[in-house]
């Protein structure tokens, strides 16, 4: 039995924090954290940004909700900037970023009816994190986050990651493909870097086809990876985009982004969120949208990102234990050699929040407002602690 009146779904560290404020966070015992993951990767302005609280505030005395029954200003503002700032047409706006993939997915559906292709086909990678619905999930690349959930969705099809010509065979083998969803870069898969070469590269397969090329940029968007969204620094644009993480500042919002006819394929009744783009949320996202290209975040994250790696690559690069450091703006994986899940806790032990993914990848997510010191702070508190931690199993028995 649960003592906590909650479901057991999550596997929670024993603290609970009382009070944020930039990249630091407070716990009920007065503890202070250097905060490397911002609520996975969620506040990337960092907690309680005064601006963004601001506009909380404000808006909450003004008005809440309304319903999607009646036009809603702030929504429309916030799609309109989205769009200008993506080279997207336009956008539906959810509360997750689950929301947003589903969207994502029912837009590929229809758009296959619409070539009369009977079962719709998209193809999904291995390793990938589109989720927890049963779309989504059935997306996702891990048996993990699967098993017990049958029977998944159909219509879903996988390749490995970054493998054009697996992508190629499916495309000469299955001709009821319409869709490509990928992730830039796989946050929860252990910070997998796509090269750009396979990026393009599937944009020119799907020009090809005839099919969607969908970005998940849930984690990589919002400036994480140097420019707003991850595709802007690989010359091509998709066709359907989604975010949410850092969207709304942790304001629970998700949106789905769609260009050229995969704007146009939901008609009215197709689709729908009750809450889903509120006056709330949408004005507190477009408070972020707007402090993150006006304060030109996204060059700072790039910045702030190099800084760290290289940072890391000073102490640790070369030793026994490491396998790879590597990164994409303020998406940082250091990937070691043995599942290393028991550093978040010794981490917080030093006043320090990180992610461990994928077993053994330390996963960091820095707000996009973190200071040079601050950065190195963490550099030099997490490379200490790794080393420790790596002298330390050197000692105990093998498994
Ligand atoms: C977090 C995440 C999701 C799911 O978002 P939720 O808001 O938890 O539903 C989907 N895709 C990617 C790439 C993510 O990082």
């Not at 090809?208 to 984690?219: A, R």
Request: proline share 4%; with cysteine; hydrophobic share 40%.
């Amino acid at each position: 039995m649960a003592t906590t009146g909650l479901m057991s779904t999550y596997r929670q560290m024993d603290v609970a924090f009382e009070k944020g404020e930039g990249v630091w966070l407070f716990d009920t015992e007065g503890n202070k954290y250097l905060d490397a993951i911002s609520g996975i990767a969620v506040c990337g302005l960092g907690h309680c940004h005064p601006k963004i609280t601001r506009v909380i505030q404000e808006q909450a005395a003004r008005l809440v909700h309304t319903s999607n029954l009646y036009r809603i200003t702030n929504q429309e503002l916030l799609g309109k900037k989205l769009c200008e700032v993506s080279g997207m047409d336009a956008v539906f706006f959810g509360n997750s970023g689950a929301e947003a993939n589903e969207c994502a997915i029912k837009i590929a559906r229809l758009y296959g009816h619409g070539k009369e292709i009977d079962k719709p086909t998209i193809i999904v990678m291995d390793h990938s994190f589109h989720g927890r619905t049963l779309a989504t999930l059935t997306a996702t690349g891990s048996r993990k986050v699967q098993a017990g959930f049958e029977p998944l969705v159909q219509g879903f099809v996988r390749a490995p990651y970054n493998d054009l010509e697996a992508v190629r065979t499916i495309a000469s083998n299955n001709p009821k493909v319409v869709a490509v969803l990928v992730e830039p870069v796989q946050g929860e898969g252990g910070i997998n870097i796509a090269s750009d070469a396979y990026m393009q590269g599937l944009r020119a397969i799907c020009d090809e086809h005839g099919w969607l090329l969908m970005l998940d940029e849930i984690q990589t968007g919002n400036g994480r990876t140097g420019t707003y969204f991850a595709y802007q620094q690989m010359g091509f644009v998709p066709d359907v985009v989604t975010t949410a993480k850092g969207l709304g500042n942790g304001m629970p919002i998700g949106a789905c982004l769609a260009r050229g006819p995969a704007s146009t394929t939901f008609k009215p009744g197709n689709h729908g969120s009750t809450y889903g783009g509120n006056p709330l949320v949408c004005g507190v996202a477009l408070a972020v949208v707007d402090t993150i290209v006006s304060e030109k975040m996204p060059a700072r994250a790039k910045a702030l990102g190099e800084r760290i790696l290289q940072g890391f690559r000073a102490q640790l690069e070369g030793a026994e234990y490491i396998s790879e450091i590597r990164g994409k703006g303020l998406m940082i994986g250091i990937e070691l050699k043995e599942p290393c899940a028991e550093l978040v806790m010794l981490a917080k032990t030093q006043g320090l929040l990180i992610n461990v993914t994928a077993d053994k990848v330390i996963r960091l997510l820095p707000a996009l407002t973190m200071s040079d010191s601050e950065a190195d702070q963490l550099v030099s508190t997490l490379s200490k602690l790794i080393k420790i931690w790596a002298a330390d199993e050197r000692t105990k028995p093998r498994r």
